[in-house]
């Protein structure tokens, strides 16, 4: 750091507790960021008043639109309106978050008989699995590049995160192995065309070839411009698997926490909690409005949705997913319902007692409020209002599970109400 930087810096240290060190590393990793430069360079040009900053939305120039089809219906309305892919019988997804990363869905499309792909000639019309040439299709060459291209790993990169073992390979089995055409493979995945051809890129300081890509759809790529890796699974044991890991659930831990002393008594029920991680951008993404939460916004707003209970709100309401909103129902009335809730989840069941029983809640802290007085739990506000003072709840509880879940389900709840829940 040459010797008028420094003096800037210390002329800029103000404050006694700022470490220079922390400051100047931090210098020297903006000194090369681009943004950092353009915003220097605004003091070129004098008063900023008439100046302003644009948030630039654009597909096109915006370079992280990797999750864009988790938040929007775009993906929806092309894959089961416009049919890109093919008719579509049934689907299901599942949208996850990493630990590091924002949102992904994973989609499992069930197709028409007359669209299923049943050989590799009809695999070779929805998936391509290499590099296109840069002169006939610069553009898609550009995409594929850009998101489609899994490495450099292996020797390339022995310390990737994908690379697991001893010796360390890759996870994902990448390379795979050039194939001049498309073929079933003995472990019922398609071997996808990837041809020797010649065309290779640099990504990273590497030269990868077709052995580097990630399957894609060339459409869906071109219109989201982010990754988005489509596969064909037409074996039992391709479709079992797929199935298993859209409904495997979140990431879990168990862990336990003892108070530091030497005399602890070491309870191994009480110690015993099953946990989740919750990510920040997870937990950016649960704080948006939901359906309950815009229906205390209406209760806010129309007085004549304080006659209705939550179950009831559908009946004269109709959601809008386009405005996120509830809007008077015009043609007839539809049955509403409230999700169930097993005694042991605690408050989410003492809220669903309080849903079912308080009409025209503005809020959450309105639904705890009585009488001016507001209570910490769901449970020391049913409690209050008399809904949980005798045994009448959890016999509802019972009834409804009765209602629709098979015989073993209700003798757990049975369990569970005898062992948890105080009458």
């Known amino acids: 750091m040459d010797d008028v930087t420094r003096k800037s810096q210390d002329h800029r240290l103000k404050w006694p507790n700022l470490d220079r060190n922390i400051a100047e590393t931090l210098a020297r990793v903006l000194s090369t960021n681009p943004y950092v430069r353009t915003f220097r360079s605004l003091a070129e040009l004098g008063p900023l008043d008439n100046y302003k900053v644009t948030l630039n939305t654009s597909v096109e120039l915006d370079q992280r639109v990797y999750n864009r089809p988790t938040t929007s219906e775009d993906l929806k309305e ?70 489609m291209i899994h490495g450099p790993r292996g020797s390339l ?15 994902f089995r990448y390379p795979r192995q050039f194939n001049e055409q498309t073929a079933q493979g003995d472990d019922a995945y398609p071997l996808y065309r ?15 070839d077709n052995r580097w890509v990630v399957p894609y759809n060339p459409k869906l790529l071109m219109m989201f411009n982010c990754h988005m890796n ?18 495997k659930g979140h990431d879990k831990q168990v862990i ?63 959601w809008k997913d386009s405005s996120r ?40 802290e309105d639904l705890c409020t009585v009488n001016g007085e507001k209570y910490t739990t769901f449970r020391r506000e049913a409690l209050e209002i008399c809904l949980i003072e005798n045994d009448d709840s959890l016999s509802q509880c019972l009834t409804k599970a009765s209602l629709y879940q098979f015989p073993n389900a209700p003798r757990r709840l049975f369990a569970t109400i005898m062992i948890f829940c105080e009458p």
């Open 230 to 247: 489509v596969e064909v699974c037409s074996s039992i044991k391709s479709v079992k698997y797929l199935f298993k890991y859209v409904y």
């Open 325 to 364: 909103s509830w809007n008077h129902r015009i043609v007839r009335p539809q049955r509403g319902r409230i999700v169930s809730a097993n005694p042991a989840e605690g408050g989410r069941y003492y809220l669903r007692i309080l849903l079912s029983n308080i009409k025209g809640p503005t809020s959450f």
């Open 256 to 318: 336990h926490i003892d108070p530091d002393a030497p005399d602890v008594v070491i309870n191994e029920i009480k110690r015993f909690q099953d946990a989740r991680y919750v990510s920040p951008p997870e937990a950016m993404e649960r704080n948006k409005r939901t359906m309950l939460t815009k229906i205390f916004d209406t209760n806010k707003e129309d007085e004549a949705a304080w006659q209705y209970l939550h179950k009831d709100f559908p009946k004269y309401f109709t």
């Open 157 to 171: 990169r022995i310390e990737s995160p994908c690379m697991q073992g001893d010796p360390k390979v890759c996870r």
């Open 194 to 208: 990837r041809r020797n051809n010649g065309i290779k890129v640099d990504v990273r300081g590497n030269t990868l």
């Open 78 to 147: 092309q894959l089961f309106k416009k049919h890109l892919l093919g008719e579509v019988k049934e689907y299901l997804y599942v949208i996850e978050f990493q630990k590091r990363g924002l949102p992904h869905a994973h989609f499992l499309l069930i197709m028409h008989s007359q669209h299923k792909y049943n050989n590799p000639d009809h695999y070779d019309k929805v998936v391509c699995a290499e590099i296109r040439d840069s002169v006939q299709h610069p553009q898609l060459h550009a995409v594929v590049v850009k998101h």
